[in-house]
């Protein structure tokens, strides 16, 4: 994104448009590229702000989670050049959570927890490092702790299929910030595809061993991959405004590309029964309702911890 | 895994926006070409250093040999006459 301050006759950045705070000081190249550079950030007319935010919510806690269970294998991948790659995708995923939760704070103040006053953190942040595991959105497979390499690979790659087919079609939402985020993001997770199909491939036609490994770990997260596609009320309330994407539409898109790619690799899908959700009141309740695993709330722990003891922080 | 068998060896080039070469940039170890590919994306043009990349196994690369410097190199040190620095090179050609 472009950190560089404003000069006259540029577009305005996401800076100038008081999206995101100004953090020119992280710049040290030049001709970065804005995703949001002269976009509109007002609410389109009716849509619901609050549908809005929760609905940027679940893709940015999708986008956060996955991140840092990526970032978690920095200094510990199999070789320099995977660790590289796999902190590459884990910060292309970050960028995207920054921007959408920082839409999700614009459009709905009210989501952002208070702070103690004087507080510097800006309200992505605040969204990011004092929200409790209830209160996250994403899908419970970003949460899953990690595995082997081909349990990463296999889970970028399930998550990247679902996230692309998500992102093409929100590049054409109402909301012009999530249009340009998506459309920002239709880039990186085509890499990121990309990348855990051919390590994908590479396992399932490597050693015996590797082959393996492979088989099981998409066995272990086959389960959870019916809750990608099942429509949230908020979703579903978004897709009608014009402004989300109904998960279940593009069901059928990720299945073929996924086929696809198990076939060419000589992988069965495993016949594995869906993950159902936890029961609440009598509602199967799962990853978009605020309801997780047990393993979110012990990353968040990590995650939040050094953020949490200093809300005056300045960074 | 029992046997730990190392990738091969590739050598990477990248064009810059602003250069017009490939320019050798490093070299990194990947499993087949197109991953080397992948990998010398991620290691070599994260910092928006290139518009393109070529990767080539460094074993299918034939080096001249140091040993050889001076009959390679050597006979070349004195012949000025082949540097055009006899011209008076006009203010308004900057790339010669």
């Given at each position: 994104m472009s950190i560089h301050t404003h000069h006259e006759g540029e577009h305005e950045s996401a800076y100038d448009v008081g999206l995101l705070g100004n953090?020119?000081?992280?710049?040290?190249?030049?001709?970065f590229e804005d995703p949001l550079a002269g976009v509109d950030t007002t609410v389109p007319d009716g849509v619901d702000p609050g549908t809005l935010a929760a609905y940027s919510l679940m893709l940015g806690d999708d986008a956060l989670v996955l991140s840092h269970r990526l970032s978690e294998w920095c200094s510990r991948a199999p070789d320099l050049e995977e660790d590289i790659a796999l902190a590459n995708i884990a910060l292309d995923l970050l960028g995207q959570a920054r921007l959408l939760l920082a839409r999700a704070a614009a459009a709905d103040p009210t989501l952002v927890p208070a702070l103690p006053t004087g507080s510097p953190v800006p309200a992505e942040d605040a969204l990011a490092f004092f929200r409790g595991d209830r209160e996250l959105r994403n899908v419970r497979m970003a949460e899953l702790p990690n595995g082997d390499f081909a349990e990463t690979v296999t889970r970028v790659l399930l998550l990247s299929v679902q996230r692309l087919a998500v992102l093409q079609r929100l590049s054409r939402s109402r909301d012009a910030v999530l249009a340009a985020v998506a459309a920002k993001g239709v880039k990186e997770v085509t890499y990121h595809r990309d990348f855990a199909g051919r390590w994908f491939l590479t396992l399932a036609q490597g050693t015996e061993e590797s082959h393996r490994r492979l088989v099981a770990a998409l066995a272990g997260l086959m389960p959870w991959w019916d809750e990608l596609f099942t429509t949230h009320p908020v979703e579903a309330e978004a897709a009608a405004a014009g402004v989300g994407v109904d998960p279940a539409t593009v069901r059928a898109e990720a299945d073929l590309v996924l086929d696809h790619l198990l076939a060419t690799s000589g992988v069965e899908r495993p016949q594995v029964r869906p993950r159902a959700g936890v029961r609440v009141d009598g509602q199967p309740r799962t990853g978009r309702d605020g309801v997780h695993t047990e393993a979110l709330s012990r990353m968040l722990a990590e995650m939040q911890s050094v953020a949490r003891a200093h809300p005056l922080g300045r960074w | 895994m029992g046997v730990k068998a190392e990738w091969p060896l590739y050598e990477v080039f990248v064009r810059s926006k602003r250069g017009l070469n490939h320019v050798h940039v490093g070299s990194l170890h990947a499993p087949d070409d197109a991953m080397a590919l992948r990998h010398a994306r991620d290691v070599y043009t994260r910092r928006n250093e290139g518009v393109s990349i070529w990767v080539v196994r460094s074993d299918a690369i034939t080096a001249s040999s140091p040993d050889e410097k001076d009959p390679l190199?050597?006979?070349?040190?004195?012949?000025?006459?082949?540097?055009?620095?006899f011209y008076d090179i006009p203010d308004d050609v900057p790339h010669l």
């Open positions: 953090d020119a000081h992280w710049a040290f190249g030049t001709s | 190199f050597a006979p070349s040190g004195d012949k000025v006459y082949r540097h055009p620095t």
